[in-house]
């Protein structure tokens, strides 16, 4: 441990940061480090920025299909068909860290299906924006330490003791830096992430200059592309818009997928080894939040994971007999906007308005932490969830735009304009390429209220307008005082709330990912309610559950190697142990 630190210090001390022993020990070590090695950098707003469509429709072949986000049941596996459409020896399904698996499988020789229900790949995953790894090439090419044993360290310490997956999050954890430079010597472009302050790059990575200008969104749509052109060149077959309907089960073994297919056709696709569940979480089936994961369905406001997250490959999984784990495990971001839809996507501009360092009270007028650093974007949501009715509301006047654009805060956080370079990878109809435009859509649609008195907001707010009153009054000397001992925000964004017309806005947390679902073995094999191994049957990523332990902490579930990494790497790993390698 100590080495560890004290490599991370002398690295940065000769790139010129000034990052003392001290400074590291309060901001990066078993907090920071791991903080930022799990899901804070791994994709802040993953999610896809369309508005919700009708259940069951984002993307897929069928709308009509029964595997809608209507429903919670288990989906019943079908017997082998007569005859098989399509033959293959490994089946992955999803293209987020899917991709990852596919084409391992099928450089390894097998030949190898992907398949997405949606029109393009990466799903939630593309969304995102860092890989939370250490020790690949390009980090210790560029002199930072490999603290991946800390990064373990921190992790199992913090989970409920003999109950963690040791060797399933060593395992992870210890692969993720091979995965990533596995696809560096393929010919992808890394560098250690310049987003989350000195400590950044010690525990993640972003494709090459895609975070120019401080934007973080869709950084990794770069990864996916690459992946898809890779996969092709080695054989593989990639089937967009081809929808999942059904595990195909032959006894005890899974032996191929029912799908419909971009043409409403059912067909039947054969798996001579295995099929990869690769199919993401279920944070857009609220049903299956009820009943799997009820901390966050009555504390979370809405969703940015998209609305192809929708669980259907769990329900499958426990369809074929598969046993479920990790119940009431998930991650939370702060940015949930009271009235908005289920899913909602994080870079919205009303959202990036409502995170910024504005006054922030309860229901009685208490204020609450504000946390500035982008490791710490979790346990602000941490904070919101435990207020009474899962609500913070904050409060700014007429100057926001001005005030807002002075915080430069950073990844999700940091406004979006159209000046950002690469601003075009965000589709201008759902953001406008403009957080400003996006908050007045905000305002005019009512998440956020507007109000030519105090006492009028309060009511809009559902509040006591003393109480409000108040709250202001005593943030108006607390601003004129010049430092805020109390709450944690900088003196140099602190603004007063004096001129209308006046805001406001109710804020909790927005899900960032689900961790419960099909237990797996160490080798990502789907083990069943009689602890066997389901032949046949592997999961990865927000498919597979029980990784995190269990959710103590209101949404502070989280992988060692955060979201994309971690979907990443299992499907990888799956996919090596299916063709038999060694290492």
């Given at each position: ?40 950098l791994?994709?802040?707003g ?115 003791q ?16 091979r995965a ?106 609220r ?45 939370a ?12 996507y ?66 999700c ?15 201008e ?15 005019k ?18 509040l ?120």
């Amino acid at each position: 441990m100590e080495s560890i630190e004290e490599a991370v210090i002398a690295t940065k001390t000769m790139a010129g940061t000034g990052l003392s022993r001290r400074s590291f020990l309060g901001t990066a070590a078993l907090a920071g480090v791991a903080a930022l090695g799990v899901g804070t950098l791994a994709g802040c707003g993953q999610g896809t920025p369309a508005p919700a469509p009708p259940a069951g429709t984002e993307g897929s072949a069928s709308s009509q299909s029964a595997q809608s986000q209507s429903t919670a049941d288990n989906i019943s596996p079908v017997a082998v068909p007569p005859t098989w459409d399509e033959e293959y020896d490994v089946i992955v399904v999803g293209t987020g860290g899917g991709l990852f698996g596919a084409l391992r499988s099928a450089e390894l020789g097998s030949k190898t299906l992907c398949i997405e229900k949606s029109a393009s790949v990466g799903g939630a995953s593309k969304e995102s924006s860092i890989y939370a790894v250490s020790g690949t090439k390009v980090q210790l090419e560029a002199g930072l330490p490999d603290v991946t044993d800390m990064m373990i360290k921190s992790f199992i310490s913090r989970q409920h003791q003999g109950a963690a997956r040791t060797d399933l999050i060593t395992k992870v954890a210890t692969n993720a830096a091979r995965a990533v430079d596995w696809l560096g010597v393929k010919g992808f472009e890394w560098e250690p992430t310049t987003t989350g302050g000195p400590t950044g790059g010690v525990t993640g990575v972003s494709p090459k200059g895609k975070e120019a200008g401080g934007l973080a969104a869709r950084t990794n749509i770069y990864v996916f592309e690459f992946l898809k052109e890779e996969f092709g060149k080695a054989g593989g077959t990639l089937k967009l818009n081809t929808l999942l309907s059904a595990l195909v089960k032959d006894g005890d073994r899974v032996v191929g997928i029912e799908v419909s297919d971009e043409n409403n056709e059912t067909k039947y696709f054969k798996a001579g080894k295995a099929v990869i569940l690769a199919a993401g979480g279920m944070s857009a089936n609220r049903d299956m939040l009820k009943k799997y994961i009820p901390s966050a369905y009555n504390r979370v406001k809405c969703s940015t994971t998209g609305t192809q997250d929708s669980g259907e490959a769990i329900r499958m999984g426990l369809g074929a007999g598969a046993a479920f784990t990790g119940y009431d495990a998930y991650q939370a971001f702060c940015g949930g906007l009271e009235g908005a839809d289920w899913n909602y996507y994080l870079y919205n501009g009303d959202v990036q308005l409502a995170r910024q360092a504005w006054l922030g009270i309860d229901i009685t007028g208490k204020r609450f932490p504000y946390f500035t650093a982008v490791a710490d974007y979790g346990k602000q949501a941490r904070v919101l969830q435990c207020l009474p009715g899962a609500t913070g509301y904050r409060f700014f006047d007429s100057h926001y735009e001005e005030y807002a654009a002075e915080q430069k805060q950073e990844c999700c956080r940091y406004l979006i304009n159209p000046s950002m370079p690469d601003v075009d990878r965000i589709p201008e109809s759902l953001i406008e390429h403009d957080w400003r435009e996006g908050a007045k859509r905000g305002i005019k649609e009512g998440r956020i209220k507007s109000a030519d008195t105090l006492d009028e907001l309060a009511e809009l707010l559902g509040l006591d307008p003393g109480i409000v009153k108040k709250a202001v009054d005593d943030w108006n000397v607390l601003v004129a005082a010049g430092a805020d001992e109390e709450c944690g925000i900088p003196s140099q964004w602190l603004h007063p709330i004096k001129d209308a017309p006046f805001y406001g806005v109710a804020i909790g947390s927005i899900m960032f990912s689900t961790h419960a679902g099909l237990l797996t073995d160490v080798n990502f094999r789907v083990v069943s309610e009689k602890g066997t191994v389901i032949p046949g049957l592997y999961a990865s990523g927000s498919t597979m559950g029980g990784c995190c332990g269990p959710d103590s902490d209101y949404g502070c579930s989280s992988n060692v190697s955060g979201g994309v990494c971690f979907t990443s790497t299992t499907a990888f790993l799956a996919a090596e142990h299916i063709n038999g390698y060694k290492g």
